[in-house]
């Protein structure tokens, strides 16, 4: 591809994000992508919304990865020289096993926003996407009876060989992905606590400018709001059944329990 090959050849002039939007899949990122990116002391990446290097393509090198952000010479454009900054959002990184302690590694001070949706609707989500993709063939209560033995052994597989990509993993995970504290607790571990920022997906659609506005103070970015926000990438679907809904609600209790706790956040879905 020309402009990766182009972006590759001149990363010494590059930028690196000094922000990652890392998940959760179905939970609004692309709103959030979209409104940073309007920003005026953000650019965006140069050609797409995730660069998916530090789960899927890490072995192309950190220069591939450069080769993806906004030259250098851009960041006099703000108010004061070198005042913009740069980012990008790659949904698979909070749940891929490997990436945040790539992240960690190769980009020391980077901070994390990660959006946190009800978890079930997140899920239900999730499987439509999947679906509509043809990455699923089955309804939605008989993937989640097959994702025990769908994704059996491959975070193991993952771990023993850094090439191996997960299908399973990637896809089908929709429990998994909406296990929230499984994934933030490890990120905690890997970048400290104070590198993280999780937003509530709801209550950010319920209010987008305050949250907007809180998610600004955090970075450090001057205070800017667009003139309207839209839920850009929603997939409305028919209501789940209630029986259901309930006992996935029952399910994920006890994770979103420790993750209320330990990450001292309202859940706007345990009201």
């Known amino acids: 591809m020309a402009v990766e090959a182009t972006g590759t050849a001149t990363s010494g002039l590059r930028m ?50 450069r080769g993806h952000f906004p030259l250098k010479a851009l960041t006099a454009g703000g108010s004061a020289p070198d005042s913009r900054i740069t980012f990008e959002s790659s949904g698979y990184y909070s749940h891929h096993p490997l990436a945040v302690p790539r992240l960690a590694e190769d980009l020391p001070g980077v901070k994390l926003l990660m ?22 063939t089955e309804s939605f209560e008989r993937a989640l009876e097959l994702e025990p033995e769908r994704l059996h052994g491959e975070v193991e597989k993952m771990q ?37 920022y999780l937003v509530d997906a709801d209550r950010f659609f319920a209010r987008p400018h305050e ?9 450090g970015l001057p205070r800017w709001q667009p003139e309207k926000v ?20 029952s399910y994920f209790e006890p994770y979103d329990q420790q993750l209320a706790e330990a990450a001292s956040i309202p859940l706007s879905w345990r009201r």
């Not at 949250?211 to 970075?219: A, G, H, K, S, T």
């Open 16 to 65: 690196l994000p000094s922000l990652i939007i890392i998940g959760a899949q179905r939970s609004g990122t692309t709103t959030l992508y979209r409104m940073l990116s309007e920003h005026p002391s953000v650019i965006r990446p140069t050609a797409s919304k995730g660069v998916g290097y530090f789960d899927l393509n890490y072995h192309r090198g950190l220069r591939w990865y």
């Open 211 to 219: 949250e907007f506005e809180e998610i600004q103070r955090w970075l």
């Open 230 to 249: 839209m839920a850009w990438n929603a997939q409305p679907r028919e209501p789940m059944e209630p029986q259901l809904r309930e006992r996935l609600m």
């Open 160 to 196: 023993a060989d850094p090439a191996y990509q997960s299908f399973a993993h990637r896809h089908h995970a929709y429990l998994g992905r909406s296990r929230y504290w499984e994934q933030v607790s490890k990120i905690h571990e890997a970048v400290g606590k104070d590198r993280l």
């Open 115 to 136: 959006m946190l949706r009800d978890p079930v609707d997140r899920a239900y989500s999730a499987h439509r996407h999947e679906y509509n993709r043809g990455f699923e």
